[in-house]
Antibody, heavy 121, light 107 residues
Framework: QVQLVVSGGGVVQPGRSLSLSCAVS????????MHWVRQAPGKGLEWVAL????????DYADYVKGRFTISRDNSKDTLYLQMNSLRAEDTAVYYC??????????????WGQGTLVTVSS | DIQMTQSPSSLSASVGDRVTIACRAS??????LAWYQQKPGKVPELLIY???TLQSGVPSRFSGSGSGTHFTLTISSLQPEDVATYYC?????????FGQGTKLEIK
């Protein structure tokens, strides 16, 4: 079955960096684009970034552009999010999600369990 | 960027009621809209994609409609297990913005 396991969260000081990983199984990772989505405590879902199946294209939300980098290693079936210059407002649970394409377009279908990133001094 | 606005922000209804949640896009997005259900403390789950296509395994009491800028999610007969927050998301192009969510409770 499809599984996405997110790791790497924790407490980090403002201005510092943190890297998240999303290890997948149960599907051919190299055939799918992947998203990162976050959710601040008690708040709604917020899209963060998207990477194509081969890593050839990336898109970012304005509020993370220039600070976060999405990447992937298809040989390891793993998605990454490098987060630099972290701010208090980046505090959230970070989810990875598979981008599935059908006749109805391409949308996130399966989501990982999420990992909490807390930015605090 | 296109903004996604859901209404209402919260909703209380009785078991068996018909419930409708609206999602409006600030510009047309054709039918590139998905709906997600997030139960308390859980991961979001895909309900509907393509504005009206039910994801496999989702109960048939859920339905979606709309195109362009106006979309709706309908639960035909509310069940206790439907207590959750519901989100719409555009996926025509980046940014893949979510609506702010609609929290559904049982009266």
């Amino acid at each position: 079955q499809v599984q996405l396991v997110v790791s790497g969260g924790g407490v980090v000081q403002p201005g510092r960096s943190l890297s998240l990983s999303c290890a997948v199984s149960g599907f051919t990772f190299s055939s799918y684009g992947m998203h990162w989505v976050r959710q601040a405590p008690g708040k709604g879902l917020e899209w963060v970034a998207l990477i194509s199946y081969d890593g050839g294209s990336e898109d970012y939300a304005d509020y993370v552009k220039g600070r976060f980098t999405i990447s992937r290693d298809n040989s390891k079936d793993t998605l990454y999010l490098q987060m630099n210059s972290l701010r208090a407002e980046d505090t959230a649970v970070y989810y990875c999600a598979r981008r599935y394409c059908s006749g109805g377009g391409c949308y996130p279908d399966y989501w990982g369990q999420g990992t909490l990133v807390t930015v605090s001094s | 960027d296109i903004q996604m606005t859901q209404s209402p922000s919260s909703l209380s209804a009785s078991v068996g009621d018909r419930v409708t949640i609206a999602c409006r896009a600030s510009q047309g997005i054709s039918n590139y809209l998905a709906w997600y259900q997030q139960k308390p403390g859980k991961v979001p789950e895909l309900l509907i994609y393509g504005a009206s296509t039910l994801q496999s395994g989702v109960p048939s009491r859920f339905s979606g409609s709309g195109s362009g800028t106006h979309f709706t999610l309908t639960i035909s007969s509310l069940q206790p297990e439907d207590v959750a927050t519901y989100y719409c998301q555009k996926y025509d192009s980046a940014p893949h913005t979510f609506g702010q969510g609609t929290k559904l409770e049982i009266k």
